[in-house]
């Protein structure tokens, strides 16, 4: 038995390698997936850890320390067959985990309980705005990185309240950052803040009446500029209202309100010339099994359109590849355990409907990004209720669904922020934990964020 299984062992690979360069292949139902890189080299990726064994010719492969006889999945070869081309070398969980001997080479900056991050251009600069939530009782500033020399340096420092969300937006010309204070060390019924670029700094333009402001999304609906904001607790309850605000030509004045259980993001998309905003809902005050809601504009006001099952959603991301748009739900926490499904859903012409499941850990953010024309989802896996110290998760598109990528050490990353200079790809990770003040930037190599 044991040489039957050597023989359709190494058959199946010679076949595989000689059919393509990627190919998808399973043992007891998980994937796993061969290839060649440039050099004629065979990389073989184990479905659940094991050994990898890499040279040339030498096909054969022991994995979790046994001899394994893999089955092929013709219809998902078929299927990625016409991908083959595309994917020039293998971006797996493994060659990320090797790739630098466990050395840690990301650069790194300051931030205090970091949550969010947003990156904009201004007359050819490159900025990093983020908030500072600050730690236990105490509260910090937020903070405006500028990208100087290779490195982020200090541009600006933005009192705050302990600072959640930000959004940062262009209208009329002029450059803007709206920034979400959740509370002060006492009340979450706290203003929050818009502020205007002058030409050197961001200066205060107005004050807004917020309780327990989480989250914040800008966008347009026919030629109006809108603000929504995501109210999440207003001392006694998650029952709040949230709204959305227009901007009137001198201010963002309140334009409909909202009831919300929670609410801790909006997005917004428009689909075949129809907008649409999401709220994403964690708790209403009993269970962290809530619905998110998906209203429709209607010409004059938003109204209700399809609820979205969730579980203490903390980040909403829409993207669209091949012109089908895509909505990513982190699903941060069920009533017992961190470790939960995040959900991605398509829109099928009429709704979102669900898409794929992702395995995730106290998730608080997903970030979409394109490079060299293919699609990643970076999952950023914040604190499993026991530690820190997390691998979050690169996802790669792979022209049917998304597949892990690669694995990034993380501690406390509690939001992505996916940027470009000089055609060089980088990925920000904001840290929110007690013990650490340093959130990182990993650098693209081609195949792994170092």
Not at 141 to 153: I, L
Request: glycine letters at 8%.
């Amino acid at each position: 038995t044991t040489t039957t299984m050597k023989c359709v062992w190494v058959q199946l690979l010679v076949m595989l390698w000689v059919q393509s360069s990627v190919r998808l292949i399973s043992v007891d139902g998980h994937r796993g997936y061969i290839g060649t890189d440039e050099q004629n080299n065979l990389y073989i990726e184990p479905p659940v850890g094991g050994t990898v064994m890499v040279g040339n010719h030498d096909l054969l492969a022991v994995i979790s320390g046994q001899q394994a006889a893999f089955s092929t999945q013709a219809s998902q070869l078929e299927q990625l067959a016409a991908q083959a081309s595309r994917q020039k070398s293998l971006t797996s969980a493994f060659q990320c985990r090797a790739r630098d001997n466990g050395v840690d080479t990301a650069m790194q900056f300051v931030t205090s309980g970091s949550r969010d991050a947003e990156h904009f251009v201004i007359d050819g600069a490159l900025y990093l705005a983020v908030t500072n939530y600050g730690k236990g009782t105490s509260r910090a500033d937020s903070v405006v990185f500028k990208w100087v020399g290779g490195e982020f340096v200090v541009a600006q420092l933005i009192p705050t309240k302990g600072a959640w969300d930000l959004e940062h937006f262009v209208m009329e010309g002029s450059h803007f950052l709206a920034i979400a204070n959740l509370y002060d060390g006492s009340s979450h019924k706290i203003d929050s803040e818009v502020f205007r670029w002058n030409g050197s700094l961001f200066v205060s333009l107005q004050l807004v009446p917020t309780v327990g402001a989480f989250g914040l999304k800008h966008f347009v609906v026919d030629g109006g500029h809108y603000l929504a904001i995501a109210n999440t607790f207003d001392d006694t309850s998650r029952n709040t209202n949230s709204e959305v605000r227009k901007w009137d030509g001198s201010k963002f004045a309140h334009f409909q309100t909202f009831q919300t259980h929670g609410a801790a993001a909006w997005e917004h998309v428009e689909i075949d010339s129809v907008h649409y905003i999401i709220v994403a809902n964690s708790d209403d005050d009993s269970s962290r099994h809530v619905l998110s809601e998906v209203f429709k504009w209607n010409g004059t006001a938003f109204v209700s359109e399809q609820f979205i099952p969730t579980t203490d959603a903390r980040d909403l991301e829409v993207f669209r590849i091949d012109g089908i748009a895509y909505l990513a739900v982190a699903n941060s926490k069920n009533d017992t355990s961190r470790y939960v499904h995040s959900e991605i859903f398509r829109w099928d012409g009429f709704k979102f409907v669900s898409f794929q499941l992702i395995p995730t850990i106290g998730i608080r953010d997903w970030e979409h990004f394109i490079i060299s024309d293919q699609h990643f989802l970076a999952a950023a896996n914040w604190f499993d209720g026991d530690t820190y110290e997390l691998n979050s998760e690169i996802l790669r598109w792979n022209g049917i669904k998304f597949e892990s990528a690669a694995l990034i050490p993380t501690n406390g990353t509690h939001s992505f922020e996916h940027f470009s200079i000089d055609n060089i790809h980088y990925l920000a990770a904001l840290t929110d934990q007690p013990s650490s003040d340093v959130s990182k930037v990993f650098t693209w190599n081609g195949v792994c964020f170092l």
